[in-house]
T-cell receptor, first 111, second 113 residues
C-alpha cells in the first residue's frame, strides 16, 4: 500500500529555534496538507498546498510557518521561531481525487 | 464554518460486544464523510468514506457507517469487536475532494479481552 513518510519521528528543540519537518507524499497525489494535534486536543488543519502554492491556511498558520515543495517529492513545514505552544504531533497528508493518506507524524517538543 | 462532534471521548467494551460511535457535523451543503482510525503508535488510516449513493457504507475490518442526512450524522458501527479494535477513532468531513478535513475530537476505544 502506498504511504506518506515523515521525518523525523520525534524532534526536540529549544524555544526560538527554527525547525523543519519533512514529508514525502504519495507520488501521484496532487494535494498536500499539514495538520497538527496538541496533546489531548483535536486534529487541526494548518495548511493545504496544490499546484505549487498554498490553497488554504488556517488561523494557526501565521507568519512563523511556511511550507515548501522544494524538489517535487518532499513537502516541508518550517516553523521559524518555535514557541512552547507549538509542541504537538504534526501530520502530513496527501490526497488524490478521493481521500487523504496520512503520515505517521512528527512529535515536536519545544523546551 | 464546519464543525464535527463525536459524542463519546472514551468507550470501554468487552470482546464480542457491539460498538457504535456517534458523529454529527454542522454544515448545510454537500459533504464527504470519513472515519479514520489510529491504532496505538500508528498513523491515521481510513476506515471508510461516504461521498454519495447508498448511505450505508461498509469499510475495512467489519466496520460500517450510516449517513443520515436529516440528522447530520455519520455513526460508525461494528457488530462484534475484537481486542485488536482498540484504537482512537476520528470522524472527519470535507466539502469536496482535495479540500481540508475537519476532524471530530476522537473517541478512544478500549476493548478488553
Amino acid at each position: 500500500e502506498p504511504e506518506v513518510t515523515q521525518t523525523p519521528s520525534h524532534q526536540v528543540t529549544q524555544m526560538g529555534q527554527e525547525v523543519i519537518l519533512r514529508c514525502v507524499p504519495i507520488s501521484n497525489h496532487l494535494y498536500f496538507y499539514w495538520y497538527r494535534q496538541i496533546l489531548g486536543q483535536k486534529v487541526e488543519f494548518l495548511v493545504s498546498f496544490y499546484n505549487n502554492e498554498i490553497s488554504e491556511k488556517s488561523e494557526i498558520f501565521d507568519d512563523q510557518f511556511s511550507v515548501e515543495r522544494p524538489d517535487g517529492s518532499n513537502f516541508t513545514l518550517k516553523i521559524r521561531s518555535t514557541k512552547l505552544e507549538d509542541s504537538a504531533m504534526y501530520f502530513c497528508a496527501s490526497s488524490g481525487p478521493s481521500f487523504a493518506f496520512f503520515g505517521q507524524g512528527t512529535r515536536l517538543t519545544v523546551v | 464554518a464546519q464543525s464535527v462532534s463525536q459524542h463519546n471521548h472514551h468507550v470501554i467494551l468487552s470482546e464480542a460486544a457491539s460498538l457504535e460511535l456517534g458523529c454529527n457535523y454542522s454544515y448545510g451543503g454537500t459533504v464527504n464523510l470519513f472515519w479514520y482510525v489510529q491504532y496505538p503508535g500508528q498513523h491515521l488510516q481510513l476506515l471508510l468514506k461516504y461521498f454519495s449513493g447508498d448511505p450505508l457504507v461498509k469499510g475495512i475490518k467489519g466496520f460500517e457507517a450510516e449517513f443520515i442526512k436529516s440528522k447530520f450524522s455519520f455513526n460508525l458501527r461494528k457488530p462484534s469487536v475484537q481486542w485488536s479494535d482498540t484504537a482512537e477513532y476520528f470522524c472527519a468531513v470535507n466539502e469536496a475532494a482535495g479540500n481540508k478535513l475537519t476532524f471530530g475530537g476522537g473517541t478512544r476505544v478500549l476493548v478488553k479481552p
